[in-house]
Structure formats: structure tokens, C-alpha cells
């Protein structure tokens, strides 16, 4: 059905000029673009006027910046644990420094939400730290400290390369990516090693009972588009109710199909069909988005909209 993860990231924001000077200053192309009455529709955002395309370096990768109203509230709240269920959690973007990333991002509107802290996973040591900005977006970024990054290229920050989903079930959250392609080549069950705790708000349960499941899934096996799925089984939080439509922050993670009428099948014979939140149509949207897609609610409310280029 594919080869690749996600693509693109739709954000929905109030502040789509902070946003795009972000990226703008880490070498990104910004571009502005019409809103569409299908823009609209498919999103469910109510604007006119222009979004904003930013493209990634490499030109793999886009994030789309939709603007909203202020007083809109925000799909997954802004105080809410960082394990609880619902929605798209965060975004991951890698950076060879992670104390020069704190003052970038600080002065480009994002704050702390859990400081950097090293951690160790499996034979790979990461320093990792979120962020969090007005929208409720959260950023997780990671610095590689032991064994050197081999194999990727970037000028401070990369590409969006991963994104994280708080579920009830992780095994559930998978069966249903499996239905889109998608396998899981990295998995773990237990206590976070180390100061890996910190990164999830843990710290102040005993590593008996902090243990998670945590599982990264892509057709490929590659951390690019991959789509990271972790529970919580003996501290479980309330799902967030996830509108299907509105609300600011990360709205949906965009993924190629070769054969979006297979994909949409797929899910319309599954248990999952009602999960359909936009049907298999012709659409005009932005970019390379252009063309034939849907839109499919995972079981705990992340988006995924499947186009076909």
C-alpha cells in the first residue's frame, strides 16, 4: 500500500506568523496559500484567506499552519497530564544540541513543558525534552548522545520525523495502523531505564508500578513519518474527547497512499469504519495533498488523513 509514514502535519493555530518564523528560521520554505471551501470542509476550519505551507529542507516533509481564532479551544488541553489519552500528542524533531534548542525555541514562542533529561533505550542514549506552545502543540526534541547519528543530515533542527499518540491500548492503536501499512519495529513494556521516567511526568511513581508500553510503527521500519503509540496500564488516565473537527493544536498527521481506494476499503469493511470522519472524494487542498483523499479517526482520536499523490 505504501512505503513511507507520514508526510505532513496539519497544525491549527492562532498564531500561524510565530509558527512559520520558526520554521522559516531553520531553512524552511514558507509559502501562502489559498483556503479552499474543501480546505475548510475537510479540516473543519472556518477561515478565509490564506493558510500557510511550510516545507521542510529535504522538501519530505510539510507542515501546514491553518489559522483559528484565539478563543477556540485547544484539542488536547493545555494542563492535561502528559499521558493522557486522546488525540495526537507531539510532534519530534532531532537537534545536535539540545541546550542551544531550549533558547531557539524559547524565543520563537515554545516553553518547557518537561526539561531535557538523558535516558537510555536499549543500546541508544538520547538527551529528550518537550515543548509546548500556545495552541497546546507539544514538541518533543531529542539530542543522539551515544552512538553518534549516522546517516542524517541537518542544519540544527531535522525534519518532523515521529509522532507520539497517548492510547488506552496499544495494541489496539496498532492492529488498526496495521490495517494502513503500518508495522511495529520498535517495541518496549516496562519502566523507563534511567531518567526516562521525567520525560513522561512518572518520576513520582515507583518503578514498579510506572511501567508503559510503547511501541513505533512505520511500513519500513525507519524513524521518518513513523507513528509512536505508548499506554500507561497501572496509572491509566481519562480519554480526552477529541473533537472530530475545530479546535487548535495538532489536527491530523497526512500519510501517501499508492492505492488510496484499497487503504479507504480497508478501513470501510473494518470494525473501524465509523471512524471515518471524511469520505473517499476528489478534493482541492493544498500542495500535494491535491487530489483524492479521506480522513480516518484512530481509536483514541489521532487523525490520519490518506491522500494519493
Known amino acids: 500500500m505504501r512505503e513511507t509514514g507520514f508526510t505532513h502535519v496539519v497544525l491549527n493555530t492562532a498564531y500561524p506568523l510565530q509558527l ?59 494542563d492535561c497530564p502528559v499521558t493522557t489519552p486522546g ?47 500556545d495552541d497546546g502543540i507539544v514538541m518533543a526534541v531529542m539530542q543522539r548522545l551515544h552512538p553518534p547519528l549516522e546517516g542524517i543530515e541537518f542544519d540544527r533542527m531535522s ?5 507520539t499518540q497517548m492510547v488506552r491500548d496499544v495494541e489496539q492503536t496498532l492492529a488498526f495502523l496495521q490495517l494502513l501499512g503500518f508495522e511495529r519495529f520498535i517495541h518496549h513494556a516496562g519502566p523507563l531505564p534511567g531518567d526516562g521516567p521525567k520525560v513522561l511526568q512518572l518520576e513520582a511513581h515507583p518503578v514498579e508500578s510506572s511501567s508503559i508500553h510503547l511501541s513505533i510503527a512505520h511500513p519500513r521500519a525507519v524513524m521518518s513519518g513513523s507513528i509512536e503509540l505508548i499506554d500507561v496500564p497501572q496509572h491509566p488516565l481519562p480519554l480526552l474527547d477529541v473533537p472530530v473537527s475545530g479546535g487548535r493544536g495538532i489536527r491530523a ?15 470501510d469493511t473494518s470494525e473501524w469504519a465509523a471512524n471515518v470522519c471524511q469520505p473517499l472524494q476528489d478534493r482541492q487542498l493544498p500542495g500535494c495533498l491535491d487530489g483524492h483523499s479521506f480522513s480516518v479517526m484512530a481509536p483514541d482520536g489521532g487523525r490520519l488523513d490518506l491522500y494519493q499523490r
Open 159 to 163: 525534519d518532523i520525523f515521529n509522532s
Open 87 to 133: 488525540g495526537l500528542f507531539d510532534v519530534n524533531m532531532r537537534t545536535w544540541d539540545s541546550e542551544w534548542a531550549r533558547t531557539f525555541l524559547q524565543q520563537h514562542g515554545w516553553r518547557e513543558l518537561v526539561p531535557a533529561v538523558a535516558w537510555q533505550f536499549g543500546e541508544v542514549e538520547t538527551s529528550e525534552g518537550l515543548y509546548i506552545q
Open 20 to 78: 512559520s518564523g520558526f520554521f522559516s528560521a531553520l531553512g524552511w520554505q514558507i509559502q501562502q496559500m489559498p483556503t479552499t471551501e474543501d480546505t475548510s470542509a475537510f479540516w473543519g476550519v472556518e477561515t478565509a484567506g490564506e493558510l500557510t505551507r511550510c516545507v521542510a529542507p529535504t522538501e519530505t516533509c510539510e507542515v501546514l499552519l491553518l489559522p483559528m481564532p484565539s478563543d477556540v479551544p485547544p484539542l488536547r488541553p493545555m
Open 253 to 267: 498527521l497526512c500519510i501517501p497512499c499508492d492505492d488510496i481506494d484499497a487503504a479507504f476499503t480497508a478501513i
